[in-house]
């Protein structure tokens, strides 16, 4: 799709690369704190007419400290906002202590995106995320999280398979009456889509709607805020779902809905 005028300005969160002690040194950009955003992620607006923007983050190490760095700045210039995937959300932003040390998550990028998102809902912009943004959103309106699905839901089925990664793939279930309902009519979705989490909703905010979820299992797989302002949110990865593609989920009207309400915010 070509873009459209006037232009959709998408902020994108950034995620965030920290430096460890690597086995090999590789030295130079490595060694530094990178912000990135995952060019799938922006193919994936720029296919559907908007110009993505990734929003930077800014911790205690950072030369720019948030008195100096208004994210509420951003929410007012851009129309919109996606969450992109990334790290654990952490534990302790839902009252827990990690189960293992490894899923402590990452502190720093969740108060920089809980901050984004309060932002962008009060400025009255929609907010959409993706896996990891589902989770992030879930805790920051009042929600909880799994923290390792296959420890704390032994009966589920396996959300992820490192060695498939993108090509782990199950169906999906949208529950009637919701706006995903709306957008793809009565019966079962065709195509599947991509799994590759260990954390998952356990309970959901208040206010929030679930809008898909999986058939086999029943784990979260959308949801949707029921106030004034557009946020949703799903599980999967849209940008890994090849386009047309006959055996994948087409996530193209759920997008062109989430580019659509940016576009009212817009011209309102």
């Known amino acids: 799709m070509p873009f459209q005028t006037p232009s959709l300005r998408i902020g994108v969160s950034a995620r965030i690369y920290y430096p460890a002690a690597p086995v090999l040194d590789l030295g130079g950009v490595w060694t530094t704190t990178l912000h990135y955003l995952e060019q799938s992620v922006a193919q994936l607006l720029m296919r559907s007419g908007a110009l993505p923007l990734m929003i930077p983050a800014v911790d205690a190490q950072s030369v720019v400290q948030r008195v100096d760095l208004h994210l509420g700045h951003y929410a007012r210039e851009l129309d919109g906002l996606v969450l992109q995937g990334g790290n654990d959300v952490a534990p ?3 009252g827990e202590n990690p189960l293992k040390p490894d899923w402590a998550g990452d502190r720093v990028r969740d108060r920089y995106e809980m901050e984004l998102v309060n932002a962008f809902v009060e400025a009255g912009k929609p907010v959409f995320g993706i896996c990891r943004g589902l989770q992030l959103i879930n805790v920051n309106f009042g929600g909880t999280l799994y923290q390792d699905i296959a420890t704390q839901r032994p009966d589920a089925l396996a959300h992820r398979n490192p060695a498939h ?5 199950h169906a999906l279930r949208i529950e009637p009456g919701t706006r995903l309902a709306a957008l793809y009519g009565d ?20 206010s929030f709607v679930v809008e898909a979820r999986c058939p086999d299992d029943g784990i979260i ?3 949707r805020h029921q106030g004034p302002t557009y946020v949703a949110a799903v599980q999967w990865h849209p940008e890994f779902h090849p386009p047309g593609s006959a055996e994948h989920f087409d996530d193209g009207p759920m997008l062109s809905d989430f580019l659509a309400a940016c576009r009212r915010a817009k011209t309102r």
């Open 92 to 94: 302790s932003c839902y």
């Open 187 to 206: 019966g079962p979705p065709s195509g599947l889509i991509n799994s590759i989490h260990h954390q998952g909703i356990k309970e959901l905010a208040p």
């Open 165 to 169: 990664y993108e090509r782990n793939l």
């Open 221 to 223: 797989e959308a949801i």
